[in-house]
């Protein structure tokens, strides 16, 4: 590896100091060890330094000699940074104003009519008659796998999703993942990267997990999700070229949209023949897990739902613009996801959260982006070049052509959407 520029080296520290301040703002970090041990160890610099400290990075990015999608790249990191800064401050702003400044997206609420078309779709294919949430509850919980099964099941969705991202996109060597089951989160997995091509993904058991989720959540989280992300950009950038700030994830900026969006296409990048995917959970992971079920309605279901996927963002509207009681955002939720109430409530708790009430956008926006420049290219060559290159929503707008990064309302093919 090179040695480090001066913006790379500011950006790395500034933003070890912000993740001082913000729990969880530094969503892994694998550059040089001594950088972070001494941040750890000074005086906590106060957030109006840190605003002054931004402000010069900013001038030294837009001074330097560096190519333009480099310079997009750290531009709106760094403008994050200061929204993040700002908010700490005493700053007030909205949902969309937070949405813009750290993540380069500005979110609109999805109509209702969306949902309530979604959900009489939902309703005519539901098994049974009655109340359509206890319905989808029913036809749910035939999924659910005992915890002994649960990393069985897991490890051969594992094995699939790896050996089918190998035959449309190069792994580094010696990448490696690693699962785990733990609890008390409000999130059902998450992706720990590690540096060196190495991950750790948890997986939540607060909630059931279950088996017609295997897929979606593995391909997610690793392949050819979050884990090949990460490993492919920290390969290429961080340790063949030396950009440090490639070095360090941050949960609150606009490589979280772009690693969202991935992540929420990364089952369809590998299984764009939908009946082949229906084939093998038939064939291979559903007999793993003990389950026989109808996969042709599964998949029906799955893709009436795509519509829902705006839900937890309306209702993050509802929570913190609208101020409307915890209590009715959580009836919102169960209405309009069809949930328990504990599947509700962790959604509740999820976009409650300080780091998360405006990154619940960020997963159907991102999706919606890519899938917007999939329409004028295709999917497979927009997410190849999003997964390796350090790139903006601004830069895939400006890229192909997109009219803008408000609403991004999916082509007429598309919409309906998933989960």
């Not at 070890?16 to 041990?37: M, N, Q, S, T």
């Not at 992706?191 to 979606?216: F, H, M, Q």
């Not at 291979?284 to 998949?299: E, F, K, R, S």
């Not at 601004?394 to 990064?405: C, D, E, T, Y």
């Amino acid at each position: 590896m090179t040695t480090p520029d001066p913006v790379g080296r500011s950006y790395v520290r500034l933003a070890l100091r912000i993740d001082r301040h913000v729990e969880g703002y530094v969503d892994g970090y694998y550059g040089p060890p001594e950088w972070k041990a001494q941040i750890e160890a000074e005086p906590l610099r106060p957030v109006k330094a840190l605003i002054d400290d931004a402000g010069r990075l900013q001038n030294s990015i837009a001074q330097a000699d560096m190519d333009a999608q480099r310079r997009d790249f750290l531009t709106r990191q760094v403008t994050a940074m200061v929204t993040v800064l700002r908010r700490l401050s005493g700053t007030e702003m909205s949902l969309a104003q937070e949405a813009q400044g750290c993540f380069d997206i500005t979110p609109q609420r999805v109509p209702e009519a969306e949902f309530e078309a979604a959900l009489r779709e939902l309703d005519t294919l539901l098994p049974g008659t009655g109340d359509l949430a206890e319905r989808q509850v029913a036809w749910k919980r035939q999924f659910e796998l005992p915890p002994q099964r649960v990393l069985p099941v897991l490890e051969v969705a594992l094995a699939e999703v790896r050996r089918r991202t190998l035959s449309i996109l190069p792994l580094p060597d010696g990448e490696s993942v690693h699962l785990k089951l733990i609890s008390d989160q409000p999130w059902s997995g998450y992706n720990w990267y590690l540096g060196s091509g190495c991950s750790r993904i948890e997986i939540n058991t607060d909630l059931p997990v279950r088996a017609d989720y295997a897929v979606e959540l593995i391909a997610h989280e690793a392949y050819p999700g979050h884990h090949t992300e990460h490993a492919l950009k920290d390969e290429r950038w961080y340790r063949q070229a030396g950009r440090l700030e490639h070095s360090i994830l941050l949960l609150m900026a606009p490589e979280s949209v772009i690693s969202e969006g991935l992540a929420m296409l990364a089952d369809e990048l590998i299984f764009p023949d939908r009946s082949e995917l229906a084939g093998w959970l038939r064939e291979v992971l559903y007999p793993t897990a003990g389950i026989y079920a109808d996969v042709d309605l599964q998949m029906r279901l799955a893709k009436a739902a795509e519509a829902l996927d705006g839900v937890g963002g309306n209702a993050a509207f509802l929570l913190h613009d609208d101020r409307r009681p915890e209590d009715e955002v959580l009836q919102y939720i169960r209405r309009h996801e069809l949930c328990t109430e504990k599947e509700a409530r962790q959604t509740l708790r999820f976009i409650a959260s300080p780091a998360y009430r405006a990154y619940v956008f960020n997963y159907s926006h991102g999706r919606r982006l890519l899938k917007q420049a999939a329409a004028t290219s295709n999917l497979l060559d927009v997410c190849r070049w999003a997964v390796s290159e350090p790139v903006t929503p601004s830069a895939v707008v400006a890229r192909f052509g997109l009219a803008s990064k408000q609403g991004l309302p999916l082509p007429d093919s598309e919409a309906g959407g998933r989960k």
